[in-house]
C-alpha cells in the first residue's frame, strides 16, 4: 500500500471517530447490503449474450475428406445461456476416420467478450479436444491423443459468421501420412 494511501484512510478513520463522538460507528442496516446468492450478468455479458442469439440454432452441412474422397453430413445445434455457457451437439454422418458413424456428441464451453472456448479432454472420437472462437470469428480445434491409434492428431482452422461455418482440416496419421478436407455448415434460416 503507498504512503498516500495509508494517510488517507488513517484521515478517514480519524474523521468518523471524531464525529462519532469516539466511538467507532457500526454500520446500521440501512447501509448493509444483502448478500446475493445470484451473480446478475453485467452490461457486457449481457450484450455479447445478445449478440450470441444469431448463432444460436440449428446448422447444417457437408464434410468432405479430399485425400481420400470420402464425405458426409454435419447437423449441430448450438445455444447459449446466460451465464456464461454455450453448447452445441454435433452429429458427423458418414465414415469418420474410416470407421462407421458416430453417435452425436454434445460439447459445453464458456464464452466472454474474447470468444469461446471448449476444453474438453477425453472425447470419445477426437480425444483431447480444444476448441477456440474469437471474437473475430476465427475457428482452431486441435484434437489430440485421439482414442484411434492410427491418427495422431487432427487440426483445423477456419471462420464462424452469423450464417455459415466453414473449416479446412487436417488428420495426421501415426505413420506419418496425413488427409486433408473441409467442412461447410450454415444455419437453417438465415
Request: glycine share 12%; with cysteine; net charge negative.
Amino acid at each position: 500500500m503507498s504512503k498516500y494511501a495509508f494517510i488517507m484512510i488513517l484521515a478517514v478513520i480519524i474523521l468518523l471517530s471524531a464525529c462519532g463522538g469516539g466511538k467507532i460507528l457500526e454500520p446500521t442496516a440501512a447501509f448493509v447490503s444483502e448478500p446475493t446468492t445470484e451473480a446478475s450478468p453485467t452490461p457486457t455479458e449481457d450484450a455479447i449474450f445478445q449478440a450470441l442469439q444469431e448463432y444460436m440454432g440449428d446448422w447444417r452441412g457437408e464434410w468432405r475428406n479430399l485425400t481420400f474422397g470420402s464425405s458426409g453430413g454435419i447437423h449441430a445445434t448450438v445455444n447459449a445461456e446466460e451465464d456464461g455457457t454455450l453448447t452445441f451437439t454435433v452429429d458427423l454422418d458418414g465414415f469418420v476416420f474410416g470407421a462407421l458413424d458416430p453417435d452425436p456428441i454434445s460439447y459445453s464451453g464458456n464464452f466472454d467478450a474474447e470468444g469461446v472456448v471448449f476444453n474438453i479432454p477425453g472425447d470419445p472420437l477426437f480425444g483431447d479436444l480444444s476448441i477456440t472462437v474469437t471474437e473475430d470469428g476465427e475457428v482452431a480445434i486441435v484434437g489430440e491423443a485421439v482414442p484411434d491409434e492410427r491418427i495422431e492428431k487432427i487440426s483445423a482452422v477456419g471462420t464462424v459468421t452469423p450464417g455459415e461455418i466453414s473449416l479446412e482440416y487436417i488428420v495426421a496419421f501415426a505413420a506419418g501420412d496425413s488427409a486433408v478436407g473441409d467442412m461447410t455448415l450454415t444455419k437453417d434460416s438465415y
